[in-house]
């Protein structure tokens, strides 16, 4: 039997989760925002590709991986919409510092802030979600949140470009980081806490019993390593693709803008819609689909982002990469739902804090660092297109994930954890 999701109605529940995509989205905004202005920064502040890597990896990556557990049981506690709100304002405020920064360093300490306030947004976004809509539908509506991702790099590419363009890279930061604070009072008076389900009688809802639970199935270790392998490729072309599309197509900075925000657009939205809709619907026949189909997307995406960073035509680039950018996110709708039912309603927010410490460290703390050490590597044989030739080289780890992926298909049926009729906690 169904457990009844939180008791509004399906017009409230659609509002909730339209201010939750607003909140995600100003999330990847924050996070992307550097990509489109490692240019400007990288002449202003002397630093490296290695070193810029670090700004847009490692040092988001650090705490924000680590934190999410904790703020995660701290959700499953308390109050989902308060630790949410918290977050919003902390990491928006510490993207409008991230203006203020005169040096690597300093600018490092403030993406650290930056990711300590993201580390509490997600997870307990994913669990809101899970107790507002019934499990039929809730693929489909984790991936309208997820749409928060191309939209969030997208508006990172286009208002980057055109406050960096009208003022300066400082600016860019400073408005956005002020924005996301503007909307963190207007998401908590909106989004109201439902009541939370009660834990079973002597049930404990500690990190240690959740990912005891978490660790003893095959299946979230083969979800979690092919998740942050395909992270490990998308987070470095998300950061590092408008380099690559200026230095190869000899792009200015709006132009580079209107052509990867427009990819993210178009094939992002699509892939993430189209990953939800579908899993929802092959999943009822078979739990396994939501691992299935996401490998079979990885599949596709490796070849088709290398024969678009090979392509010497902006057009032909253009139409190759828009697929992939769009098949790269088909999973997360529904591996963040297998996640949700791996463990009992009540830990859903930990799980899924434990499933993106995984994905996070691995794909937020390397990508962009790797493919910018690789260039540097490859610099003095390759110049100019050192950057483009790192990115075909990491697109093979989502071969490795398709992989993983294909092999969490069998044992995703046997660990799936249906939803069971409960009543909320007192």
Not at 97 to 123: D, N
Not at 181 to 208: C, D, M, N, Q, Y
Request: proline content about 6%; some cysteine.
């Amino acid at each position: 039997m169904s457990q009844t999701p939180a008791q509004h109605s399906p017009g409230y529940a659609r509002l909730v989760l339209a201010m939750l995509l607003v909140v995600y989205t100003f999330n990847w905004l924050d996070r992307q925002i550097l990509g489109i202005l490692a240019p400007a920064i990288k002449a202003d502040l002397g630093l490296s590709n290695t070193q810029l890597g670090a700004l847009g990896g490692i040092a988001f990556a650090a705490l924000y991986s680590t934190l999410a557990i904790p703020l995660a049981l701290l959700a499953d506690r308390t109050s989902r919409t308060w630790v949410i709100t918290a977050s919003l304002t902390v990491w928006s405020g510490f993207t409008a510092l991230c203006g203020m920064a005169t040096g690597f360093w300093q600018l490092f300490l403030f993406r650290v802030g930056v990711g300590v306030g993201e580390a509490g947004g997600v997870a307990p976004s994913y669990a809101l979600i899970s107790q507002y809509f019934p499990p039929e539908r809730r693929a489909q509506a984790l991936a309208i949140y997820s749409m928060g991702i191309p939209a969030g790099l997208a508006a990172g590419v286009l208002l980057g470009a055109a406050i960096a363009k009208a003022v300066d890279w400082r600016a860019a930061f400073v408005v956005i980081g002020l924005a996301g604070v503007v909307i963190a009072p207007i998401f908590r008076l909106v989004v109201k806490e439902p009541p939370k389900v009660a834990a079973p009688t002597g049930s404990s809802v500690g990190v240690g019993a959740v990912f005891a639970i978490l660790s003893r199935k095959p299946s979230f270790w083969l979800m979690a390593f092919a998740a942050a392998m395909s992270s490990l490729t998308g987070y470095g072309l998300a950061f590092w693709t408008p380099s690559i599309a200026m230095q190869t197509f000899g792009f200015d900075l709006t132009t580079t803008s209107y052509f990867f925000g427009s990819l993210l657009l178009v094939g992002g939205v699509t892939g993430v819609l189209a990953g939800g809709v579908i899993a929802d619907k092959l999943g009822r026949a078979d739990r396994g689909a939501y691992a299935k189909l996401s490998a079979f997307a990885w599949l596709i995406t490796a070849p088709l982002f290398v024969a678009g960073f090979l392509s010497p035509s902006p057009v032909v680039a253009w139409l190759l990469l828009v697929i992939p950018n769009g098949m790269t996110l088909v999973f997360v709708g529904p591996l963040t739902t297998a996640v949700q039912h791996l463990v009992p309603a009540h830990m859903r927010a930990t799980a899924a804090a434990c499933f993106l410490f995984i994905n996070n460290l691995i794909g937020i703390g390397g990508g962009s660092w790797l493919m910018g050490g690789i260039s540097d590597v490859m610099t003095p044989h390759f110049g100019a297109e050192a950057l483009k030739y790192s990115a075909v080289a990491v697109a093979g780890f989502y071969l490795v994930a398709a992989l993983l992926g294909a092999l969490a298909v069998r044992p995703l049926r046997r660990d799936w954890v249906d939803d069971v009729a409960a009543q909320p906690a007192p």
